[in-house]
């Protein structure tokens, strides 16, 4: 290295010369910071720089990235994502559970995001893992479970701002539904998944969480995400409000008050009964807030007087 007395024999115009020249160098000096999350599976999930080709093995992933501004990271789509526009242009590798791992592989993902629930989700994640793709579960099924994710995700796409930002906001539509709510009285709400073969949202699910932030009362108490149950035990559940789920789970149901062994129930009777998206009220997701704001604006219509429905 010059000695000091070296240096300042260089001409004073010659600097800015010589700092152009060593930037480069400098540049290249600088460290390399590895991006690093623990996901829901207690998995380490480690990348060298932030994800540049992400695919989502799960629909709401999909949307976590629109709301973070980041859908230019995704390189596929799942069978049945059409939107937005430019989600719909991606190859699709396959559904949720049977994902198409050599297409994937081909795709050459430096992250893959996958949700848990089955235990079938978990096999195309040890398939990637063992063939060296970086791949993240989560398993979120109340709003705190999300908002952790959305962070998660955000560090691993270089959006940390971003996910805070959304987080953030999601945080305070949630707590204007609740000071509008707080003290009052909590109806029972059944949330249909699926008819015929009746299926209801139980404890363990996103929908859970939506019914209790709107100021409801989940009519199921088991601890599940999904519980099987007979009309028999819908009747004795009997609830105030009637939720109808209306997506791929449920692509065409029959309005309840249509269907003769439902027109007992009290919430039938009484007109209860809200027809709402399936991917906006079971999918984990930024418009989980918005469920959220239409449901309670149903169950507690005198706190939102004057608004329209979100």
């Not at 799942?78 to 937005?84: G, V």
């Not at 430019?86 to 190859?91: F, K, T």
Request: proline residues 8%; positive net charge; aromatic residues 6%.
């Amino acid at each position: 290295m010059k000695p000091l007395s070296a240096w300042r024999r260089i001409p004073s115009r010659a600097l800015p010369r010589l700092f152009l020249c060593l930037l480069p160098l400098l540049t290249l000096c600088e460290p390399v910071h590895a991006l690093s999350i623990q996901d829901d599976s207690g998995h380490e999930v480690r990348l060298e720089r932030p994800a540049e080709r992400v695919v989502s093995l799960y629909g709401a992933f999909t949307e976590w990235l629109a709301a973070m501004d980041r859908l230019d990271l995704l390189v596929s789509r799942t069978a049945n994502e059409h939107e937005p526009k430019r989600v719909a242009a991606l190859p699709a590798i396959g559904t949720h559970l049977r994902p198409n791992l050599e297409r994937i592989l081909a795709l050459r993902p430096d992250l893959v995001l996958q949700m848990s629930g089955r235990d079938a989700a978990m096999e195309p994640v040890r398939f990637l893992r063992e063939h060296g793709i970086p791949t993240a579960v989560f398993s979120v099924h109340d709003f705190p479970g999300l908002f952790s994710a959305l962070k998660r995700v955000g560090t691993l796409c270089d959006a940390e701002l971003e996910a805070g930002n959304l987080v953030g906001s999601m945080k305070e539509r949630l707590a204007e539904v609740a000071s509008r709510i707080r003290e009052r009285r909590r109806p029972s709400v059944f949330f249909e998944v699926r008819w015929p073969n009746l299926l209801g949202a139980g404890k363990h699910s996103m929908v859970d969480a939506v019914i209790r932030a709107a100021g409801g009362r989940n009519a199921l108490e088991q601890g599940k995400k999904l519980v099987r149950l007979g009309q028999e035990a819908l009747l004795d559940l009997n609830p105030d409000v009637y939720v109808v789920q209306k997506g791929p789970m449920n692509p065409d149901p029959v309005p309840p008050a249509e269907r003769p062994q439902f027109t007992v129930l009290g919430a039938v009777r009484s007109g209860k009964v809200l027809t709402v998206d399936e991917r906006r009220f079971s999918r984990p997701g930024p418009r989980g807030v918005g469920a959220v704001e239409k449901l309670a604006s149903f169950l507690h219509p005198d706190a939102f007087a004057g608004e329209n429905a979100p």
